[in-house]
Every structure is written in structure tokens, then in C-alpha cells.
């Protein structure tokens, strides 16, 4: 038994007996069935008889090579994180095409998996909000510091909020007010208003509104300020005048509005 190309395995009833050329002796009489295989090559299979007596005639074989495999359609390459969230803002504002936060949100998602901070903030701003996804305060903070440590100013901005007020994350005044200062040294208007607005008077205002709310659990502005007059002095800076109050009184209950229908004796926080 021979072969084009040589070294082709050769079996006879299923059972190897080498490589060709080979000289296959033997063989009972009857038919036997021939497989000639190598690799890369398409197999040839033959079935021979045998008589007694009777010699078998040299086979020679020829193989053919395996053809290549056609190849598939080339897949498209990956959008850009860019355009993902282009396609993500059209979808959330509705512009030229409906409406849908679910598909902006996938798409925000795709992109801030990539590395692309503005669409990690936007993650970040879907789970505060809970457009298009279920609201989850830890996971914003997760999102927004990814965003805030790639310098996107306005991730440090709503970072150093989230630090503050202690929403999604264990408060730390000091660390939010270090991520203001990030996005204030990048021109953010935000932050630098918070900047300003946050001073030692503007702490131990905003400390004894929580504490007499949590103690009086009042509303009451006129008892508030008569306790105010009666209690605080700031070391030189002089006591606290009306209006002061009153702005640390609703900024109080803008960052804390459950504590507003605490008070009222309100069950729902409907406005």
C-alpha cells in the first residue's frame, strides 16, 4: 500500500497497521474494508476482496488536501464609548427619538464600562435618580468616584455631595469638601459656591438646627430662634441673626426631607 503524500495511516477493518507504504499480509479471505487518513488531507476509504490463493494487487492512493474553511463576515467593529453615549443622551432627553431611560441607561452602562468618565457619571446620576434602572445610593457613589478620579470635575462635585450629606456612603465631611476643591480648582461653579458656603458659623449652625429638631421635634421658627439667642455666641462672631436661621432651617429640611414630614406628622412625603 502506497500514498501521495507517504506516511498516511493505514486501516484495515477499523484497526491500524501503520504507515504507508505498508505491506498489509495476512488477510483472511473475503472483504475488508480500508481507511487511508492523514492530517490536513480528506480520508479515502475502499473495501478490497481477497480470494485464496490469490495475491492482491498494489494499491496506490492518492489524498486530497482538507480545503480551508471559508471565512465568516468580519463582525462590525465595537462603537466607540463616544458614540455609546451620544446614542444614551438622545435617548434620555428624547431628542429625534423616543424617550426610553432603560435603553439610555444600557447604553451609559456600555460606555462607562469602557473607561469613559462622562458616561460613568451618568451612571452614577441614573442610580441617585433611579431613571432607568432601580435607585441605589451605593452604587452612585461607586459610579461617580470612578468618574471624579479621572478628574471629571462634575462627578467630584456630586461625589463631595454624596460625602457630605453621607447618602451611599459613610459621611466624611472632610473628604467631600476635598472633592469640592477639586472641581472648584476646575472652575466648577457648584463646588465653589460650596466652598463659600461652608465655614465653622455655617457647621455649628447647621449642628444645632439637627440637634434641636432632634430634640424639640418642632418646627417651630420663633422657638427656634429664642433658643438660638439664648444659647450661641461664636466666639466674637456675633449671634446669629434671623435670616441665618431661617437658611440653615430649610437647607436642613431640603437634605433631609423625611425629617420635614417627621415634624409636620405627615405619612407621606407626596409635595
Do not use: C
Amino acid at each position: 500500500m502506497n500514498t501521495e503524500p507517504s506516511q498516511a495511516n493505514v486501516l484495515v477493518d477499523g484497526i491500524l497497521r501503520g504507515a504507508a507504504p505498508q505491506e498489509i499480509i495476512g488477510l483472511s479471505p473475503g472483504q475488508h474494508r480500508l481507511r487511508i487518513e492523514k492530517e490536513g488531507y480528506g480520508p479515502v476509504e475502499l473495501t478490497v476482496s481477497v480470494n485464496a490463493g490469490n495475491e492482491v494487487s498494489p494499491q496506490y492512493i492518492t489524498l486530497s488536501p482538507t480545503p480551508s474553511p471559508t471565512p465568516g463576515p468580519t463582525a462590525p467593529p465595537p462603537e466607540p464609548p463616544e458614540t455609546l453615549f451620544a446614542r444614551a443622551e438622545a435617548l434620555r432627553k428624547g431628542d429625534g427619538v423616543p424617550k426610553d431611560l432603560r435603553q439610555a441607561f444600557a447604553l451609559y452602562l456600555r460606555a462607562a464600562e469602557l473607561g469613559f468618565a462622562p458616561a460613568q457619571h451618568r451612571v452614577g446620576a441614573a442610580y441617585a435618580l433611579g431613571e432607568g434602572v432601580e435607585q441605589n445610593d451605593s452604587e452612585a457613589v461607586a459610579w461617580y468616584k470612578k468618574a471624579a478620579e479621572q478628574g471629571l470635575a462634575e462627578a467630584q462635585y456630586d461625589l463631595g455631595v454624596r460625602y457630605v450629606l453621607g447618602r451611599g456612603v459613610q459621611q466624611d465631611v472632610q473628604a467631600g469638601m476635598e472633592w469640592y476643591r477639586k472641581a472648584a480648582a476646575q472652575g466648577h461653579q457648584e463646588a465653589i459656591a460650596a466652598l463659600k458656603e461652608r465655614n465653622p458659623l455655617t457647621d455649628q449652625i447647621r449642628r444645632f438646627v439637627e440637634d434641636h429638631l432632634r430634640r424639640r421635634e418642632t418646627g417651630d421658627m420663633d422657638g427656634l430662634i429664642a433658643d438660638y439667642g439664648e444659647q450661641v455666641d461664636y466666639q466674637g462672631e456675633g449671634r446669629v441673626n434671623r435670616d441665618s436661621i431661617r437658611n440653615e432651617h430649610i437647607r436642613y429640611f431640603r437634605d433631609h426631607p423625611e425629617r420635614h414630614y417627621q415634624i409636620l406628622g405627615k405619612g407621606s412625603q407626596e409635595r
